[in-house]
Structure formats: C-alpha cells, structure tokens
C-alpha cells in the first residue's frame, strides 16, 4: 500500500452505489466546536436539504454536534465523495460568509459505513439522533435543536 495520510488511505478501494444507505460522518477542523452556535449549525442543515432538492440523496437521519457531523443517507446520483466535497465545500462557504472567517471548516476526508437494506434503519436512526444524549449535551432529545429523521 502506498504511504498516504490516513485520510488518502481511507478513499483507496471505496466504492458508492446509488440506492444505498450510507451513514456518513465528518468532523470540523481541529474538532473546533464551530456549531455550539446553533445558527451555524442550522447552515449545515441547509446543506443537508440543499443535497436532497438537487436529488444527489434522500437524508434519512442527521445530528449537528458541536464538532462533527451524522448522515444517514440514501445516495441517489453520483458518488460519496462528490456529496461530501459539495456539501463540505457549500457549508463552508455559508460557515466563512456568516462569520468573516476564512479557511476550512472540515478535516479531510469523512468515515463512510455502507448498511444493507435488511438491518434496523430506524435502529441506526435513533442512535444517530440520540449523540446529544450520549454526549451529556442535553438530557432529553427534544431539547437538542439540530437532528431529524424520518422515522421519529
């Protein structure tokens, strides 16, 4: 294998597949806690809605932490690294204009977990939305502004 940074070694060999779950997940640069300000938070939820209106993939389940990202998607045209570099590169965008800052927002790369159509979606859902509870930032889901998900 070629000595790559382990975010190149995370690309070699991935393959995406439209009509396929995937949970995908991202973390800031530095694991900065950008998104404690809920108003930048809501950016990346526009990202998120701006990525299904285009039809590049259905979002099933999401949560906003401070410093990182859940996904859980069904990819529908092209591949993940397109969606991620767009929705990446549109977030930080939105991020520096609403901020004045300058930069990148994003650690290279994203961890990417393909799920077949028989395990528990709804499962994998509710432990998406449930990382504000596991994380102590609140005590009751409802009180943690930036999740969603289809099911719940």
């Known amino acids: 294998m070629p000595d790559l940074p382990a975010s190149h070694r995370l ?9 396929r779950i995937y ?8 694991r900065a806690p950008v998104f404690k300000d809920f108003s930048l938070g809501r950016l990346i939820v526009s990202q998120f809605r701006h990525a299904q209106n285009q039809g590049w993939a259905i979002s099933l389940a999401w949560v ?4 990182h990202f859940h996904w859980l998607i069904e990819l529908q045209q092209g591949s993940l690294s397109e969606l991620m570099q ?3 590169s549109l977030s930080t965008r ?6 004045g800052r300058k930069g990148s927002l994003w650690q290279q790369g994203y ?11 709804v499962k994998q ?6 990382n504000p509870l596991r994380a102590g ?3 009751k889901l409802g009180d943690y502004p930036l999740w969603d998900a289809i099911w719940l």
């Not at 690309?11 to 009509?19: D, H, I, K, T, V």
């Open 64 to 67: 906003v932490m401070p410093d």
């Open 137 to 139: 930032l609140v005590e």
């Open 125 to 130: 859902a509710r432990y998406v939305v449930a």
């Open 86 to 88: 767009k929705t990446k």
């Open 23 to 30: 949970l995908l997940t991202t973390n800031t640069l530095g």
């Open 111 to 121: 961890h990417d977990r393909a799920l077949r159509r028989e395990e528990d979606l």
């Open 11 to 19: 690309r070699l060999g991935r393959f995406a597949e439209s009509n």
């Open 94 to 99: 939105s991020v520096n204009m609403a901020t």
